[in-house]
């Protein structure tokens, strides 16, 4: 059974610091590996989708990385502004198309 | 392009009643997901449709929960003879095709059982 991992759990962080939020998972079977950042009250908006063959993705001020063989992916964030504070989730998908998502980690940047 | 659409936004329901979620999914997309939030949980897949057909539903609980998504019309997560645990954020995704395709989510429905 596959499951997610995120850590760490909370973050608070200055305004400008640059940050690393990591995610591993159990099986490495999978199709793809999505980030997605949560507003409070909020639904799910995606940052950035990783297909099992590719090492990373950028946008903007994130960069995300996958090492499928070892479990891992990690998401960057570069200057980190107040409005980045969310909670990040990242998820999996492996056969059968749906999505296992980690618990998450609540992002504090402080101004 | 409008996104994913669910509605109602927020749903109140007292104890028994039924209770209707409905999802409309991106123009184009022919694939939809539920899945649940429950309070301090993590979100957690329910059940998988396409155009009348239900892929997986090995998320879904045996019992007073059904989902259809038909021909023509947006997709119904219907929980019969609610209970207080089923007060969670219900969310919709979709995608254009299954498996390396990105999938797009809805607000969300947030029930409340009374």
């Known amino acids: 059974k596959q499951e997610v991992t995120q850590i760490p759990a909370a973050l608070s962080v200055p305004e400008g610091e640059n940050l690393v939020l990591n995610c591993s998972f159990t099986?490495?079977?999978?199709?793809?590996l999505q980030w997605f950042r949560q507003d409070p009250g909020k639904g799910l908006t995606s940052l950035l989708l990783i297909q099992s063959s590719q090492r990373e993705q950028t946008s903007g001020r994130l960069n995300a990385s996958l090492d499928k063989s070892s479990g891992r992916s990690t998401l960057y964030i570069a200057a980190s502004q107040p409005g980045d504070s969310a909670t990040y989730l990242c998820a999996v998908v492996e056969y059968g198309n749906k999505l296992v998502f980690g618990a998450g980690t609540i992002l504090r940047v402080k101004s | 392009n409008a996104g994913v659409m669910q509605n109602p936004r927020h749903l109140v329901r007292r104890r028994g009643q039924e209770a209707r979620l409905r999802c409309s999914p991106m123009k184009g997309h022919s694939h939809v997901y539920w899945y649940r939030q429950l309070p301090e949980e993590g979100l957690k897949f329910m059940v998988y449709l396409q155009k009348e057909n239900i892929i997986d539903e090995s998320g879904m609980p045996k019992e007073r929960f059904s989902a259809e998504f038909p021909k023509e019309g947006p997709s119904i997560l219907r929980i019969q003879q609610v209970v207080r645990g089923d007060s969670a954020a219900y969310f919709c995704?979709?995608?254009?095709?299954?498996?390396?395709?990105?999938?797009?989510f809805g607000d969300g429905t947030r029930l409340s059982i009374l």
């Open positions: 995704a979709s995608s254009r095709e299954g498996g390396r395709q990105p999938q797009h």
């Open positions: 099986d490495s079977a999978i199709y793809n």
